[in-house]
């Protein structure tokens, strides 16, 4: 069980960071990176880290208007959108060409090759199914892992057993594992809340953990509580917080009008991200205590620059703060530190406590409205 570091936009330098070498892998981006750099950026992480594990994922789902650097890929088909490529036979063909890529970048494991479907069914998962499989039979003797690339719609696994009877469907797979993506259009940085879908999602890991299955949640955030609680072996997650889930934006930095990116603070305490004005405003009344100023490497730093005269920036170091929080919860969830109904419980109360105290966040959507959902998703789903 491990934490990756889910690969963005000029994430490379992150990589060999002294504080952030819990990782166990990382998990490659062909949208943000052209072969080429790929590689050379690579080879220097391995001289850095030479255990790491390197997981390639060729994205084929981004979506059509999103996908940066991926027709500098070989793997990448000038047919991807014709109407041949609905078949089963062209995206197993696509499996060819990905393992010669990722064969080239001496991939540990290759997740399958994977859309978005019109209709999220049982035909469709059963589609994903042979294809990984297809995939699995063409490295068995290499020693290669596979992960078939499961993407589901949140809405979707609300509906009533659902999450059953995809599992059932899944759990056959000969891949290594499942690559989870959870597709939702929440915008980035605003945490999943409705308990429904929540739910439905974490019983889909629960199904499959319980069948045997290696589950794999990609672009996690905060919320990877509910899924570590619902059996997830591992999780990845980046700088850009926007990576943790698909949507319309996952690819977009997220910046302010002029080009300027915003800063977050990652607090535990809240299970929250906060900007600067909102920090600032919880260290001055002094309600709740926030524990990330006293554990965090990174949190010293932040501190620091928001003292100076004048305040500097410090959206680098708010990623770096987030990055390590991420690694070191995952590493103490599964040491069983952490119970996460009492964890979130603490962050309820403590919105409670601001409220009470009349505190007021600058970004009004931040008022730990998920808490009560996370909860309601990990209790349910445990049952």
Not at 287 to 293: T, Y
């Amino acid at each position: 069980m491990a934490s990756f570091h889910q690969m963005g936009h000029d994430s490379w330098n992150l990589v060999a960071e002294q504080h952030l070498s819990g990782f166990a892998g990382l998990v490659l981006s062909p949208v943000n990176d052209t072969p080429e750099d790929t590689k050379t950026k690579l080879t220097e992480a391995r001289r850095t880290k030479p255990d790491l594990e390197v997981i390639f994922d060729p994205q084929l789902y981004a979506p059509g208007s999103q996908r940066g650097r991926l027709s500098t890929w070989p793997f990448f088909p000038s047919d991807m959108d014709s109407k041949d490529s609905a078949s089963l036979g062209w995206w197993m063909a696509r499996g060819k060409t990905i393992i010669e890529d990722a064969g080239k970048l001496s991939a540990d494991v290759i997740c399958s090759a994977a859309n978005v479907p019109r209709v999220w069914n049982e035909e469709y998962y059963k589609f994903v199914v042979d294809v990984a499989d297809d995939l699995k039979a063409a490295v068995v003797d290499s020693g290669t892992k596979v992960f078939l690339t499961g993407i589901f719609s949140m809405p979707t696994l609300a509906i009533k057993d659902a999450p059953q009877r995809f599992a059932s469907i899944l759990s056959a797979t000969r891949a290594d594992g499942i690559y989870v993506v959870f597709a939702d259009d929440t915008a980035p940085r605003r945490e999943l809340a409705k308990s429904s879908d929540l739910e439905g999602a974490a019983k889909l890991i629960r199904y499959l953990a319980e069948a045997g299955v290696r589950v794999f949640v990609s672009h996690a955030s905060i919320d990877q509580v509910i899924w570590k609680s619902a059996g997830a072996h591992d999780i990845a997650t980046g700088k850009f917080f926007n990576l943790r889930r698909f949507s319309l934006g996952r690819f977009d930095d997220d910046i302010e009008p002029g080009g300027r990116n915003f800063a977050y603070w990652t607090e535990p305490a809240l299970s929250a991200f906060l900007r600067e004005a909102d920090l600032k405003r919880a260290l001055n009344n002094q309600v709740v205590d926030l524990i990330e100023a006293r554990r965090n490497p990174f949190a010293t730093g932040i501190l620091g620059l928001l003292e100076a005269t004048p305040p500097r920036p410090w959206v680098a170091l708010g990623w770096k703060q987030y990055m390590w929080w991420a690694c070191d919860f995952e590493e103490r969830f599964n040491r069983g530190e952490i119970d996460a109904d009492a964890w979130l419980a603490v962050a309820e109360a403590n919105w409670g406590k601001l409220s009470a105290a009349g505190v007021l966040f600058e970004e009004i959507p931040n008022d730990g409205n998920w808490a009560r959902p996370w909860r309601i998703a990990i209790r349910e789903a445990l049952r």
